[in-house]
Structures are given as C-alpha cells and as structure tokens.
C-alpha cells in the first residue's frame, strides 16, 4: 500500500513509538513515524500512508497551535499538542508540591493556554490545600474544589470547546476524575489494548478522549518533575503573572531579583504586595537559568 493517497488524522494515544491515529471517517489505525525520530504527540493532526488494513506511517506532523512539553539540559518530553486548556490537578491527600504546579502554570502561560486548577479530595478535610492554594486565588487563577468519587458535574461546563490536558503528579485522582466524565474510558483502554496486540506496548504518554463534538480531554501520565530548561529568565519572568506591574522597574536592568539593592519584585514582596513563597518559588525555578548566565 506504499503507493495509496495521505490521509489526515488525530493522534489519541502514544506508546512509545507506536501511535493510534483516529481518521476523519471514525477509523483508528496503529502507526509509527517515518524514521528514527518521535516528535508526535497526543493531540497532533498528521499525515500518514496506510501501510495495511490497520496501520500506517506518520509521515508529516500538520502546524501546531500549541505545544506543551518539559525539558532538562538533556532532553524534552513532549505532553501534548493543540492544546487550548491546562487542568492541573492537585489533592488535599496526598500532599502536592506546589513547585510543579508553579511550574505547570509557567508552561501554560508560555503557550497562552486557559489554565484551571482542579483540588480533588475536598470530601476530606482541605484547609491546608486551600492555604498553599491560596495565593494563587489571589492572582485570579480559578481554582475548582470538587471529590472525583462523589461529582465532577461542576467540571464538566468548564471543559466545553476546549482540547484540555489533564497534568499532575502520580495520586491526585486523575485516574477517577477521568472515569467520572467518561465511564466509556475504561472501555477505550481494553479496545486500545486489543488494537495494540493487548497492550504489549505498555508505555502510555497520553489519551485523547471526546467529550462531544467540540470538546475533548488528554490524559497524561503523573509528573513529579517539569522541567522548564527550554524558557528563558524573561519567559520564567511572565509565567509569575503578578509581576508583571514590577517589571522593568528595578534599578539594574539584568536584576536577577534575588538579593541587588532596590528590585522591585524584592520591594513588593517586604510590602506584602507579592506572596513571599511565590517569590520563594520563582528564585528556585529561575536558579538554573540564572547560573548559566551567571546572575
């Protein structure tokens, strides 16, 4: 079949090099890219050449809207792509860190993505989590409580007309909130697994799920780690949106923001104006940009 027409299709999930590409028509086939480099995500539309009945090879990965992924000084990892919405997904148990989520909302900010913040669990007692969460209420990130176990119908409204991407860290409750919205999804894994020779390709980066026509939902395995390698300081700068005021107002132009004399971030945080752990938050994750330039 090396000689049949492109087709377009959506990637709806990732194992390793092997990617299910849903067509136009509702068909799914099993393919792999043309040659040795993977840089196709969950949520990519490409361009393949049907190699049998039921797979293909990706041969062109059509423009981007958005592309959401980490990176170290080693490598990137691709989440997701064409992405409008970033949900992430925090719990009152276990604890979360509050780090990864800065970083998340960095990422999203960096990509012009709408950005929610879901704390699941709030069938326990929350007041901590809502304490850490706190000063990102006060910045106007919406931030939803709900429990995935009991009801997620006040999620569902805010998924409509967007390709959202669930993140967060291993044990907040992604798993059920899925399986609340979509109690097919467990379906869809065993049809996954039987077009993927039951599930022998066993490393899944991501699952694209249809809400309705105009809404879908990516779920990607737990991070512990979201490395931002890939940003610049002035980038980091932005994703902390409360500073954006304070910005260009300090007294040396390439202000680290970390200890010089009359910054004015450092200014607003002693004047209660910016929350001291956010500013705590961006020193740590601007650190490593910051050695390398030697600020």
């Known amino acids: ?48 050449q049907r190699s049998s009945a039921d797979q293909g090879v990706i041969e062109r990965t059509l423009p981007r809207s958005s592309l959401l992924y980490r990176s170290d000084a080693f490598r990137q990892k691709i989440i997701a792509a064409n992405v409008t919405q970033i949900i992430c997904v925090v719990a009152v148990e276990p604890s979360f860190n ?43 990130y919406r931030v939803l409580e709900l429990s995935a176990i009991r009801d997620t119908a006040l999620l569902r409204p805010l ?31 065993r049809e996954i697994s039987t077009v993927l020779d039951s599930g022998k390709h066993t490393t899944t980066h991501a699952r694209l799920y249809h809400l309705d026509a105009h809404s879908h939902l990516i779920d990607c395995p737990g991070v512990q780690m979201f490395g931002l390698h890939h940003l610049s300081l002035g980038d980091i700068e932005a994703g902390f949106v409360e500073f954006a005021a304070y910005l260009g107002q300090c007294r040396f132009h390439n202000c680290s923001h970390t200890h010089e004399p009359d910054c004015a971030l450092l200014n607003a945080v002693a004047a209660g104006k910016i929350d001291a752990r956010r500013m705590k938050l961006f020193q740590d994750i601007s650190r490593p940009v910051r050695d390398v330039h030697g600020r």
């Open 159 to 189: 998924l409509q007309g967007h390709t959202s991407v669930l993140v967060g860290q291993s044990g907040m409750g992604k798993s059920t909130l899925i399986n609340t919205l979509l109690p097919e999804a467990k379906a869809a894994t």
């Open 1 to 48: 079949m090396s000689d049949s027409p492109l087709q377009q299709g959506l990637i709806t999930a990732a194992f390793g090099r092997h990617y299910l590409v849903e067509l136009e028509d509702g068909e799914v086939l099993e393919c792999v890219p043309r040659g040795k480099k993977s840089e196709v995500a969950c949520g990519d539309r490409v361009e393949l």
């Open 98 to 140: 509050d780090e990864l989520l800065a970083r998340c909302l960095i990422a999203a900010h960096d990509q012009n993505l709408e950005t929610l913040i879901v704390l699941n669990k709030c069938d326990l007692p929350a007041d901590a989590a809502r304490a850490t969460l706190a000063p990102y209420r006060a910045i106007a």
